[in-house]
């Protein structure tokens, strides 16, 4: 049972640093995350904007690929132009908003 664990431990380390390496490259999940909140958002107001719909899609598709001059930032999970880019630590970058 004690060898069990001790095989365990390089499948969670690699699962560690592979849904790290999601974050750091694709993203994928924060533009999730941002579709959903913009979706909550425009229920609570009570409001069907008839290009909400609209809105969410084009968010996800155009958010994905991630331009080169934008970065997502650590703290916010928004996307940032470089120029708002305050720090980058172990490759995460915190913009200014949240860094001031
Ligand atoms: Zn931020």
Redesign the pocket.
């Known amino acids: 049972m004690a060898t069990d664990y001790d095989e365990v431990r390089p499948d969670v380390a690699e699962a560690r640093k592979a849904s790290l390496d999601a974050v750091k490259s694709a993203n994928a999940p924060d533009a999730r995350s941002v579709a959903a909140d913009l979706d909550e958002a425009d229920t609570s107001d009570g409001v069907n904007l008839p290009g909400a719909d609209l809105i969410e899609e084009d968010l996800t598709v155009t958010v994905l690929p991630q331009e080169d001059d934008e970065f997502i930032?650590g703290?916010?999970f928004?996307i940032?132009h470089r120029s708002l880019l305050a720090r980058e630590a172990n490759g995460v970058a915190?913009?200014r908003?949240?860094e001031s």
Request: net charge neutral; proline share 0%; aromatic share 12%.
């Open positions: 930032c703290s916010c928004l940032r915190y913009c908003d949240c």
